[in-house]
């Protein structure tokens, strides 16, 4: 991969991929989700979630170049919540934020135990606990650590999962927001990657050598999913129409909300923010 002439980001020249084609891993065609939904603000504090799955570590160092590049300043923090899983081991993370200089924290809590204990066998109510209590922690060590703004790495191919989910198994429209206040009102949630897919973290990963931490979730692994089903699906969709995610995409901008409010210091768009 190179780097946008405009905006930095590595695009993804693969021929096939017709949202990379002319995007950016953050972003799409002309603007990037961070313009689009004025994510980053001057003397933000942000708290990136870091699974060390290959997105996560993408946004690592997305957000980590964006930092050394753009013209206004932000912090980038760190962290990992550990569920106590025996097939999951962040150890490699501690030496690697090290070295990037990133402030890192490595919360470790039994969630698998707790959620074997408290849940039923439906393996999505394990996957929904789970995000929930992740969530949580990442909320209380932002706090913690002052930031105000915590970053996920989810991507247009689970921005998409989730709608298809919600429309077919809860009867509603929804979809995930690449920017939004949490209920508290005293952390601004934003992702990045919300126009990026999936086969371009995983590419940017292989090309950086990434050190990535495999399969952090033995649970869901082991089970068939909701999500996974939607995966398929829309696998099987795009080899007939290529174009289905850029479709996607369109269908749901009307539910990605609009981003919080205080826009005049927010993150101008793709051209000319470095």
């Known amino acids: 991969m190179r780097s946008c002439t405009r905006c930095s980001f590595p695009h993804e020249h693969n021929n096939n991929d017709r949202l990379g084609q002319t995007g950016t891993l953050a972003g799409h065609r002309r603007r990037p989700a961070i313009g689009d939904y004025r994510m980053i603000r001057d003397g933000d504090r942000i708290l990136l979630g870091l699974s060390g799955g290959k997105d996560s570590l993408s946004l690592l160092h997305t957000l980590h170049h964006l930092q050394q590049k753009a013209p206004l300043k932000f912090e980038l923090l760190a962290c990992t919540v550990d569920p106590q899983s025996d097939q999951y081991d962040p150890s490699p993370l501690t030496p ?21 204990k408290t849940l039923t066998r439906d393996s999505d109510s394990y996957c ?3 995000s929930r209590m992740r969530r949580g922690i990442l909320y209380r060590v932002a706090r913690e650590q002052n930031c105000n703004v915590v970053a996920m790495a989810h ?18 429209l929804r979809t995930m927001s690449p920017h939004y206040l949490n209920d508290a009102g005293d952390l ?3 992702r990045p990657f919300a126009y990026a897919r999936e086969r371009q973290t995983r590419a940017f990963a292989a090309d950086s050598g990434l050190p990535v931490i495999f399969e952090n979730c033995p649970a869901c692994f082991a089970k068939p999913q909701q999500r996974y089903a939607m995966k398929q699906m829309l696998a099987e969709q795009e080899k007939t129409h290529p174009r289905i995610f850029n479709s996607l995409l369109t269908a749901m901008k009307p539910l990605m909300g609009e981003p919080p409010a205080k826009s005049d210091t927010s993150i101008a768009p793709c051209v000319r923010v470095f």
Do not use: N, W
Request: hydrophobic share 50%; charged share 20%; aromatic share 12%.
């Open 96 to 116: 690697y934020l090290a070295e990037l200089g990133v402030p890192y924290f490595l919360e470790s809590q039994p969630i698998m135990v707790e959620a074997q």
């Open 155 to 172: 991507h247009l191919d689970d921005l998409a999962e989730t709608l298809m989910m919600s429309i077919l198994f809860g009867g509603k």
């Open 188 to 190: 601004r949630i934003i």
């Open 128 to 130: 929904a606990y789970c």
